[in-house]
């Protein structure tokens, strides 16, 4: 991403973060280096986390966007493709770096000695770990001590993200908490971690399944009954005039299926003659859609009070007398008086599925969180097409979307990766992720008490389902005020939780963290890097392929090399501070943090 640059505040590393090596000039050099990498990557990209401007709603397009969002003078491709021959390193680097949250050198050698198709496969055959609510049941977090808090959820997200041998459905796990977003942060239950630890439990199951079925889970989950405040939604009460809760009538149409505009199959937004764009749904329609979603409540069936965990892991279930009996309509459709809860829910949600915006609306999103901010109007038809119909008349199969997201020319033709509008900021918890999977970062006491990262100014400013709203941490529509990509129309949604603070945090508690402190007892096998600790430029050629998907540069090896070479290796701490001065670095330079 390339866009005007504007002022940075100095920002200096505190001390404390030094190793005893790196505490010399030239250590601190090193790791002054690594900061001001970054806050160039900040310039260069246009930070946006400070900004008082309103992003742009999903699926709307930005003041001054036409659609298009290929780089100008650029062709999209317009075929999709099936690479079948066996990638280069740089090649399977760049794909595992779409298609996971971080990979070993172990899975990059794997995915050299295969092909992208064949990975993708083994990778809808793997098996999923523990679930979230057997592992805090199995981990004592069903302790009644802990019914007022969210004791063990942070706990078993990052043992999933970080451990797990499946790392597509992963990616595609937190690719879906910020699409449907549910937040530990707007839950006002007893067993929480239990709530969002079967929502977690819920976008797994699905997440190479079905999208239908998927909103019909999220629909009936007790964790989206809560936070969108329809459980326990009555019907309309005439004497006081009440009306049922409409918030999750309205989030499941604008963020979870269709969004506020009417889309064409390729995500442009369809015009009126006026050139205004058309709305996809009215107030009269929320109000329909929201009669029926009353009378859905937890289900504590069998269970006697004060109740256990158990029944944050079922559907909700309806209460007929709190249940809108009236006919409902929404969206051009009326669903009959007198039709059972479950019977509206079904329409309701069928509806919105066979909606012609829902498979662009949601392609997009995917795209963005998979592979680039900005794909061309053909690339997300290309994988509209592929929601729409799998190839065998089925709608929403999640599996022939990812096929066509990662194996499309736009996703795999490095030489597009080249534009300056190409690629994605890779948002602060993936960064870290891709450092704890490529260094198979263990626990050694299972607790894996790494915790809330939220905090900007000494952690991630993100942490997975702490989203502050149901926006997520940023929104897909996003653009940085008074930068290039606004000019041109463009998006860059992760750079709304990008600024100056978030800037120094991330690098400060990552250099931290790689030396094994600051993330509880989370500690990283250096295993593959300590016999390289001794040459500077083999150390620093693993890291990029290992970690940055041979995405830096060699000029910038150079830089960095030239720093990380005057710390001495002639002990065992000596080598152990070049391998964290080198990932530091590495982490902290844009052509890192930019995802091409």
């Known amino acids: 991403m390339q866009t005007e640059p504007h002022a940075l505040q100095p920002v200096a590393i505190s001390p404390q973060t030094l190793t005893p090596e790196t505490a010399t000039p030239a250590g601190r050099a090193a790791a002054l280096a690594g900061s001001a990498a970054l806050f160039a990557s900040l310039t260069a990209c246009g930070g946006g986390g400070g900004s008082t401007a309103g992003p742009a709603s999903p699926g709307q397009q930005s003041p001054g966007t036409t659609g298009q969002t290929t780089t100008p003078g650029q062709t999209a491709p317009t075929a999709p493709g099936q690479p079948a021959a ?8 760049r794909f595992l770096s779409q298609a996971t949250l971080g990979y070993s050198r172990a899975d990059l050698n794997a995915l050299m000695a295969s092909n992208y198709s064949d990975w993708i496969s083994a990778q809808f055959k793997a098996p999923a770990s523990q679930g979230h609510c057997e592992w805090l049941k199995a981990n004592g977090y069903a302790d009644p001590a802990n019914i007022n808090n969210a004791a063990g959820l942070d706990n078993s997200i990052w043992r999933k993200f970080i451990s797990s041998d499946d790392p597509l459905r992963q990616r595609m796990v937190l690719a879906l908490s910020e699409i449907c977003v549910v937040s530990v942060l707007g839950i006002n239950a007893q067993w929480r971690q239990f709530c969002v630890g079967y929502y977690l439990d819920i976008l797994e199951a699905n997440a190479f399944g079905n999208y239908r079925t998927l909103l019909q889970q999220i629909s009936l989950s007790p964790a989206m009954g809560y936070y969108l405040t329809y459980r326990g939604n009555p019907k309309a009460n005439p004497t006081t005039g009440s009306q049922p809760d409409e918030n999750y009538a309205r989030e499941l149409m604008q963020l979870f299926t269709i969004g506020l505009q009417q889309l064409n199959a390729d995500g442009t937004v369809k015009t009126g003659s006026d050139g205004a764009a058309q709305e996809t749904y009215r107030q009269a329609d929320v109000s329909g859609l929201a009669r029926v979603f009353t009378g859905w409540n937890v289900d504590t069936s069998g269970l ?9 892991m079922r559907p909700m279930v309806n209460n007929a007398s709190t249940h809108e009996t009236g006919s409902k309509s929404f969206l051009g459709i009326t669903i009959a008086a007198g039709t059972r809860a479950i019977d509206s829910l079904n329409t309701a949600l069928d509806t919105l599925f066979k ?3 829902l498979p662009p609306f949601i392609s997009r999103q995917l795209i963005q969180r998979l592979v680039t901010s900005n794909p061309s109007p053909g690339y997300v038809a290309r994988v509209a097409a592929a929601f729409s119909d799998n190839g065998a008349g089925v709608r929403g199969d999640l599996q022939a979307v990812i096929r066509a997201i990662l194996l499309d020319p736009e996703a795999r033709d490095a030489s597009l990766a080249a534009a300056p509008t190409y690629g994605k900021l890779r948002e602060p918890v993936v960064r870290f992720l891709n450092w704890a999977r490529a260094f198979k970062a263990s626990s050694p006491s299972g607790k894996w008490a790494i915790g809330d990262t939220s905090d900007a100014a000494s952690r991630l400013g993100q942490s997975p389902m702490r989203s502050g709203s149901v926006f997520n941490f940023f929104r897909p529509g996003y653009v940085p005020p008074g930068t290039a990509l606004a000019s041109m129309g463009l998006t860059g949604p992760e750079l ?7 800037v ?5 508690w990552m250099q931290r963290v790689v030396t094994g402190s600051g993330a509880g007892d989370l500690s990283a096998d250096y295993s593959t890097l300590l016999p390289l600790a001794g040459d500077p430029a083999a150390l620093l050629a693993e890291i990029n392929q290992v970690l940055a998907g041979s995405q830096v540069s060699a000029a910038t090896l150079t830089l960095i090399h030239n720093a990380v070479a005057t710390i001495q290796a002639g002990t065992s701490a000596g080598q152990l501070n070049r391998i964290y001065a080198a990932l530091t670095l590495v982490m902290a330079c844009p052509e890192y943090i930019a995802q091409k």
């Open 504 to 508: 120094a945090g991330y690098v400060n």
């Open 304 to 312: 006697t009070s004060p109740y256990p965990p158990d029944f944050q």
């Open 355 to 357: 909606h012609p915006n």
């Open 86 to 93: 066996a990638p280069s390193v740089a090649q399977a680097g």
């Open 496 to 502: 709304q939780i990008t600024n100056e603070t978030s």
